[in-house]
């Protein structure tokens, strides 16, 4: 009978035996989760601060409750793309070890035993990227070291769960084939509800006088983050709709190879790219809002400024800015850094037919342009609409702040798609190394 000592004593055993081609994956794993750690222990020590306190740095940005408060709840929301990463190298992770899986398998050990003993492997990488995070923070915020432990614990803990949420769907059959199994509808009911939702909230919003009006929460940052997860549940739908249409019309109307593969790619899982994505356009919303709102309270606050009607200097307004863009280029290539890693979970399932493709003569340039336009396609409409959602949001919250319509056009925010689409496909080109020893045909002995 499966126990927890017992898998975490084989969960051991699996991570001391990695070969050098799998240490990357538990380094990535640990320096998640030293990022984790280290998010969590900055939020332990700005709530251990009582009252007014003046803090050296910041400009005056951490001395007041309230702004330490909202600080804290940006570093919070940096963990939910920590928390994606660790999930794609879970997944990862798991088609790697698969031959060891198998003998499990055979062993006995029932699916979910085996996703239960790969999930206890990352937090085992979890662990020992926590104790370092946690030896290395400490001595920089004392006003932590109360919470350390428990901080480095729930770390470990909380990359196994995810790791297990993210490993729900992959099975490991006895002979040694890894599979995915993957829903063949879109997305479900919660998806839709949510949506809904959300709509509903944003109508609301809309049809709410912002001036002259008890309801104030239109202005509030309740109302962005409304906005802002609506649209990026839009853009995830459109990219698994796109993908699925992409698919089928250009299987049915191209010649070209490279093109085929993918076509026939996207529409056998069009939802992959919806899942995979489903950060990075959040991020490309959020930074597409931000950078408009920037541009904008810039040339506010300079004119105040000017004017001398500013209610704080100008570098605790620009040090609140500058951290809120840094934690956005954090969040930025966290998800750029996941979808690295998912392209290459998707070479490492699908190692034995791009073998047999490269054994029937496809050349590899052909299944490297065919990995690239498989992120590319559906990339494309989703990261526009998300582009494009974050500038509307900037401008409109612009124009409610300022009282008037009359306010610069946020050009800034419209590179911010452009930039990270390029990002994204650059971090796809990652994986091509790996597709060269994908393709070797050393695969198709255990096809």
């Known amino acids: 009978m499966s126990t927890l000592p017992t898998d ?37 020590a700005l709530q251990s601060l009582d009252g007014f306190y003046a803090v050296s740095f910041g400009s005056g940005l951490f001395d007041s409750p309230s702004d330490r408060q909202n600080v804290s709840l940006a570093l919070g929301l940096l963990l939910i793309p920590v928390l ?9 992770g798991a088609v790697h070890r698969d031959r060891r899986l198998a003998a499990l398998r055979l062993a006995g050990a029932g699916p979910w035993q085996v996703r239960r003993i790969a999930a206890l492997e990352s937090g085992l990488a979890c662990l020992a990227g926590a104790v370092v995070a946690t030896a290395a923070v400490v001595p920089l915020l004392p ?21 297990a949420v993210a490993l729900r769907r992959v099975v490991a059959d006895p ?29 609301a919003i809309a049809l709410t006088p912002v001036f002259g009006s008890p309801v104030s929460f239109g202005l509030g940052p ?12 839009i853009a995830i739908w ?13 299987a049915a109307g191209t010649s070209r190879p490279a093109l085929l593969i993918a076509a026939e790619r996207m529409r056998e899982d069009p939802w992959s790219t919806a899942r995979t994505h489903a950060a990075l356009l959040l991020v490309t919303v959020v930074g597409s ?11 506010d606050l300079d004119e105040k400024r000017r004017t001398g009607h500013l209610a704080a200097r100008m570098s605790y307004y620009t040090t609140g800015i500058d951290l809120t863009a840094a934690a956005i280029l954090v969040a930025l290539a966290l998800v750029l850094t996941a979808l690295a890693v998912g392209t290459a979970e998707s070479l490492a399932v699908r190692r034995r037919g791009l073998a047999a493709q490269a054994a029937a003569g496809v050349p590899h340039a052909v299944l490297a342009r065919a990995l690239l336009l498989e992120t590319a396609l559906p990339l494309l409409p989703a990261i526009a609409v998300a582009g494009l959602g974050g500038t509307a949001i ?3 919250y612009g124009a409610s702040a300022s009282g008037h319509t009359d306010v610069p056009v946020p050009y800034a925010a419209l590179l911010v798609p452009v930039g990270v689409y390029a990002a994204c496909m650059l971090a796809a080109a990652t994986s091509l190394p790996l597709l060269r020893r994908s393709v070797r045909p050393g695969e198709l002995r255990y096809a």
């Open 289 to 299: 809002g931000f950078a408009g709102v920037r541009q904008i309270l810039l040339a």
């Open 175 to 203: 002979l040694g084939r890894v599979r995915r199994v993957r829903p063949v509808r879109g997305p479900g009911r919660l998806f839709g509800t949510a949506t809904r939702l959300l709509a509903v909230t944003a109508v």
């Open 238 to 250: 459109l990219s698994g709709a796109s993908s699925r249409q992409l698919g089928e019309g250009f």
């Open 143 to 163: 006003y932590a070291t109360a919470w350390a432990g428990v901080v480095a614990v729930a770390v470990p803990v909380l990359g196994a769960g995810v790791s």
């Open 222 to 233: 309740v109302a962005v983050l409304v906005l802002a997860v609506l649209i990026s549940l």
């Open 84 to 92: 994606g990463f660790l999930g794609q190298c879970a997944r990862i």
């Open 8 to 44: 975490l004593r084989l969960a051991w055993l699996l991570t001391r035996g990695s070969d050098r081609r799998e240490w990357w994956r538990v380094g990535l794993t640990a320096v998640g989760a030293a990022l984790a750690t280290g998010i969590g222990l900055a939020v332990v």
């Open 394 to 396: 900037s401008f409109w």
